[in-house]
């Protein structure tokens, strides 16, 4: 079972559709992972204050519930794009060129199929948290602060919308390659075998710093 | 058809998907859709007309299920144990445990080898991931043990084992998301783990002085440290003791009355540490921003499967089939023990294909009720129960059972990860000699996973004295 993968570009104008949604993935990603750092200096404030001044963050809780969806939702097209959804590869790492394109658009449409209509049952969830005539627009909101619900839900329709144009980029890509026939087509996660994977892994975690310490 | 049946085949259909190559978190997700549009669909005759209505009201329950079940206050231990182990490799603290580890224990027989499996159980501490253990071991350990005349080989069979004790010893994210599948007390779990964690430890420590014993020419024992070289090589391992102080605090309170928060802030402030000692030797914000990257891209990972599954898991609920399997587990003739023997063979042959936490999250939500089952229930006393075990008990032990069983998975053949990851770093060595290497650990594994089955004890020692 495999996550990461290699994708290659180029000057073509699939491949810079790819690189503009991908900035806006990314940047959604990275917004994920400052969500995950304000996790961290909640924490700090929280049992800071508790411990020192007597004087808990308030809500500390509500935060968490706000925050988790951040983490939990935004980055989800980005992994996708960088083919880091897990998946079982023993059969698929087997298949090379045209079957292999043929496989991957398949289970690629049933993952867009899923989305898309997780984008309206989610997008209901939201509907039931808002309200136009509310104050502050929410019928639902969190039991220390009162902060509104809906955002933290309209944010799982609006990653997974993101998701589903990710996913239909990912279908023409599949589509193209599969005509063609070529091996290494621009804009698409490629699978690479568990030796070449674990190379990766293993530079990505020891990089300069441990380098630095070894010599 | 009935429920039960449907349950069966979009069972097999999830099955079929994941085979095929989905991603298992989609193709969780989209079986616990399917089957919820069939089961509604089915209350009302497969009336055509029917089916647009059964679509909505399975759409509308499956997209209530990624928010609501994500915001857990518990789930955020799992990106903060992640950022800990991104930031932990900026913070240096390798080296400074493998040197500790070196000095206080390299004068055993097979020295070094023994000083690679606590230098990594102690990097275990700071890293959740089992893979990345290796990988950095593997650039640190392996050179030195190669110079002192080991098999090389045995050096990277070593490396790769010591890498899978990171999954038991707190913080472990795999633990987290077990307590979450199975709503269990995460802290009760991250205590539990951390005994058969060193416990692992300790085997992996005396197979190796027993083979240096044993076999001629294995590696000489590194001596000569005094007392001062030791005591000086301890300071920069503090960060790591830190840690888990801080973690085990926030859920046992050391100086009696109240744990000083949840094991979610502990968690959180362990990471701040790091971050801190991180930032002391110069982390750039650059290495802070992929750092943060990577961890989000892990963390959306995990938190997809989780919903995806729990999709599912709705769906299996109306379609009752736990309680059907757990029905049959329960109506089988063998005694208990052999079938939860069964079951935890079952997952070493599944973790040979299938990475630990896609594995665990895609089983679990059937297997687990099976073995409550097979105990005697969910609220089923010692005394009344087939393990001796209370059903809250059973839960934590089963769960430190299957955690390292999928571990051990990570050093067999064919996709073994960790043995991939150590051959990746070391040009010189080739898989088959790392599997080969790691062989003897797979031995102690056994062992270790007889002896826990056998001494429930070691699982519940600490969570029993410390939160009774």
């Known amino acids: 079972m495999a996550g990461s993968s290699s994708v290659l570009e180029d000057d073509s104008s699939y491949s810079s559709v790819d690189r503009t949604l991908e900035k806006l993935e990314k940047f959604m990603c990275l917004l994920s992972g400052f969500a995950i750092f304000s996790l961290m200096i909640l924490a700090v404030v929280s049992v800071g204050g508790r411990n020192t001044i007597d004087q808990p963050l308030p809500g500390y809780v509500d935060f968490i519930e706000q925050v988790l969806p951040i983490i939990a939702f935004l980055g989800i097209s980005y992994t996708q794009r960088e083919g880091g959804h897990i998946r079982m590869d023993i059969l698929v790492g087997r298949l090379k060129g045209r079957m292999l394109w043929l496989a991957e658009f398949i289970t690629v449409f049933f993952m867009l199929v899923l989305m898309v209509l997780l984008v309206w049952g989610s997008f209901e969830h939201f509907l039931r948290a808002f309200n136009w005539d509310a104050p502050l627009w929410s019928n639902d909101s969190s039991v220390d602060l009162n902060i509104p619900l809906w955002p933290a839900k309209l944010l799982v329709p609006v990653s997974f919308s993101v998701i589903c144009i990710r996913l239909v980029w990912q279908l023409i890509g599949y589509a193209r390659a599969f005509k063609s026939g070529e091996l290494n087509p621009v804009g698409l996660p490629l699978p690479k075998s568990a030796a070449e994977q674990a190379a990766e892994e293993a530079q990505s975690v020891s990089g300069a710093e441990v380098d630095k310490e070894i010599n | ?468």
């Open chain 2, 1 to 468: 058809m009935e429920p039960i049946e449907i349950g069966i085949l979009v069972s097999c259909g999830l099955l079929v998907m994941v085979v095929l190559g989905m991603r298992v978190a989609f193709a969780a997700g989209l079986a616990g859709l399917i089957g919820l549009i069939w089961i509604f669909w089915s209350k009302k005759g497969y009336d055509p007309s029917a089916f647009i209505w059964a679509l909505t009201v399975a759409t509308k329950t499956a997209g209530q299920v990624p928010h609501s079940k994500i915001t857990t206050n518990a789930l955020s231990l799992i990106p903060t144990f992640i950022l800990i182990g991104y930031l932990a490799y900026h913070a240096g603290l390798t080296k400074a445990l493998f040197e500790a580890a070196k000095r206080w224990v390299g004068w055993l027989p097979g020295g070094l080898a023994v000083s690679t499996v606590f230098a990594t159980a102690g990097f275990a501490a700071v890293s959740g991931a089992s893979v990345a253990t290796s990988a950095v071991f593997a650039r640190i350990a392996i050179p030195e043990m190669l110079k002192v005349g080991y098999d090389k080989r045995f050096a990277a069979g070593v490396v790769a084992a010591g890498g899978t004790l990171a999954s038991l010893i707190p913080p472990s994210a795999i633990l987290v998301i077990y307590a979450i599948i199975v709503e269990q007390d995460v802290g009760r779990l991250l205590l539990a783990g951390f005994l058969p964690g060193a416990f692992s430890a300790v085997i992996y420590g005396g197979l190796i002085v027993v083979m240096a014993l044993v076999i001629r020419n294995f590696g000489p024992p590194v001596g000569g440290y005094s007392w001062k070289d030791r005591l000086v090589s301890l300071p920069p391992t503090f960060p790591i003791v830190f840690v888990v102080l801080i973690i085990i605090s926030f859920i046992y309170n050391p100086f009696g009355g109240d744990s000083w928060g949840t094991p979610t802030e502990g968690g959180a402030l362990g990471a701040f540490v790091v971050f801190c000692i991180a930032m002391i030797k110069g982390m750039k914000w650059g290495q802070l921003k992929e750092a943060l990257i990577e961890s989000a891209k892990l963390s959306v990972m995990i938190f997809t499967i989780i919903w995806g599954v729990l999709i599912y898991v709705r769906f299996l609920g109306f379609a009752d089939l736990p309680n059907a399997f757990a029905d049959w587990i329960t109506s089988l003739t063998f005694s208990p023990l052999v079938i939860l023997i069964c079951i935890l063979l079952a997952y070493a042959i599944l973790g040979m294909f299938m990475d630990a936490i896609g594995m665990l999250l895609l089983t679990l939500p059937v297997v687990y009720p099976a073995v409550m089952a097979l105990n005697g229930g969910e609220s089923v006393s010692a005394a009344d129960s087939a393990f001796g075990l209370s059903g809250a008990e059973c839960a934590i032990w089963f769960g430190i059972l299957v955690v390292k069983m999928a571990e051990l998975c990570l050093i067999t053949p064919p996709i073994g990860l960790n043995c991939f990851v150590v051959a990746g770093v070391r040009e010189d060595i080739s898989v088959q000699d790392v599997f080969r290497g790691a062989s003897p650990f797979f031995v102690a594994d056994a062992l270790t996973i007889a002896g826990l089955v056998a001494f429930p004890g070691i699982v519940l020692f600490l969570p029993r004295l410390l939160l009774g």
